[in-house]
């Protein structure tokens, strides 16, 4: 937090779940653009837009932090684990007790003021049968950890896993906020690895 904001005392962990972000963000000029980082660029514009709008006309420094910034790297994983979510599970991804798979981490915004300690969110994969570990046809979900290279390898051979995750499809948390197809599939397409 400090390599955020010097003096720094509260910060908050901002996440987006469900749909409503993503929707937000298809009717943006940012999708349509066709620079960079469409998804990137607009949550820096909605999320910086929101805390001035939140601390208009106070004396609060701040400073924001985002997922996809370079320096400083932001440990998003290791704070919701400090703020009392559970670790990553089988899926590689930090199961969220409403949302389920269906969220992501948006921001940090780290504060020169003190702020009241939220409740923890809990560890949504603790006591889970792992429905996911079962339904992912590359055998890339395992409780023991995810194997990102199984999963890739299968991904450029199955067409059914090119745009969707039957494991994530699969989790018991959260299905009421499942992304639509159209999201699913543009975090599909940003997480495979680039050919040569």
Known sequence: MSALLTGAAA?????GGGRRFFEGFSGAPEARDGQPHPLDRYTARVVD????????GGRVRHAIGHPFDANPIIPFQRLGRAAGLGGP??????????????WAYRALIALDIALPAGAPPGDACAGCPAPCV???PGRAVDRAGFQLQACHA???AAAECELSCAARLACIRGPEHRYSDQQLAFHMRASMPKRA
Do not use: E
Not at 11 to 15: H, Q, R, T
Not at 49 to 56: E, G, Q
Not at 89 to 102: C, K, S, T, Y
């Open 154 to 156: 299968h991904r450029a």
């Open 89 to 102: 599970g089988p899926l590689a991804l930090q199961i969220h007790p409403v949302f389920g798979p269906w």
């Open 11 to 15: 910060a908050l962990v901002v996440g």
């Open 49 to 56: 837009a929101a805390v001035a709008a939140a601390l208009a």
């Open 134 to 136: 079962a339904a992912c």
